[in-house]
T-cell receptor, first 113, second 116 residues
Framework: AQSVTQLDSQVPVFEEAPVELRCNYS??????LFWYVQYPNQGLQLLLK??????LVKGINGFEAEFNKSQTSFHLRKPSVHISDTAEYFC???????????FGAGTRLFVKA | NAGVTQTPKFRVLKTGQSMTLLCAQD?????MYWYRQDPGMGLRLIHY???????AKGEVPDGYNVSRLKKQNFLLGLESAAPSQTSVYFC???????????????FGPGTRLTVL
């Protein structure tokens, strides 16, 4: 079975500071990894995804994530955050022949002025 | 191109009442999903559909039924609502490309349901 753990439920950070949102997964098969963002009162939208190839994945809005197979992690980073990045971020995993996606519990990012 | 739309946006029910949530997508996607989102639990899959006329159970199907009579619509029904079904419900769709596990899901804006 696959599972996803997001290690921080809330991350407060000042504007223009760097941020890292942590995600660990478990799976017995090859996985595909996703980060989705949910802005207030909206549905989720894709930030980036790792399917294969380069372990450093770049997404929208200046975010990037690094796939680390040995540590089973897929942490999301941004070098300088903006107020508009305040949102909830979900890490997700799929794979193993099925198509169901397993979502983490989410990390709420608060960007303060 | 509206993407994925959901109606209604908000609803309050009394215990035992029934209702249907409607999801519509205009992207010609084959796969559609219903999730519920609860605080601290992320999204959990209720039911899904891999094409018109087909549906299957997800992680938390009890108390819900679904139908996919048309490719663009996916309905979620609650026959007898319970307070435990108070949640935010999201519909999503995806189009199978190289492999369904790799597909991006496109989400609607959600329906906030309260059961008293």
């Amino acid at each position: 079975a696959q599972s996803v753990t997001q290690l921080d439920s809330q991350v407060p950070v000042f504007e223009e500071a760097p941020v890292e949102l942590r995600c660990n997964y478990s799976s017995s098969v090859s996985v595909y990894l996703f980060w989705y963002v949910q802005y207030p009162n909206q549905g989720l939208q894709l930030l980036l995804k790792y399917l294969s190839g380069s372990t450093l994945v770049k997404g929208i809005n200046g975010f990037e994530a690094e796939f680390n197979k040995s540590q089973t992690s897929f942490h999301l980073r941004k070098p300088s955050v903006h107020i508009s990045d305040t949102a909830e971020y979900f890490c997700a995993v799929s794979g193993g022949g099925g198509f169901k996606t397993i979502f983490g519990a989410g990390t709420r990012l608060f960007v303060k002025a | 191109n509206a993407g994925v739309t959901q109606t209604p946006k908000f609803r309050v029910l009394k215990t035992g009442q029934s209702m249907t949530l409607l999801c519509a997508q205009d992207m010609n996607h084959e796969y559609m999903y219903w999730y519920r989102q609860d605080p601290g639990m992320g999204l959990r899959l209720i039911h899904y559909s891999v094409g018109e006329g087909t549906t299957a159970k997800g992680e938390v199907p009890d108390g819900y039924n679904v139908s996919r009579l048309k490719k663009q619509n996916f309905l979620l029904g609650l026959e007898s609502a319970a307070p435990s079904q108070t949640s935010v419900y999201f519909c999503a769709s995806s189009y199978p490309r190289t492999g369904s596990s790799t597909d991006t899901q496109y989400f609607g804006p959600g329906t906030r349901l309260t059961v008293l």
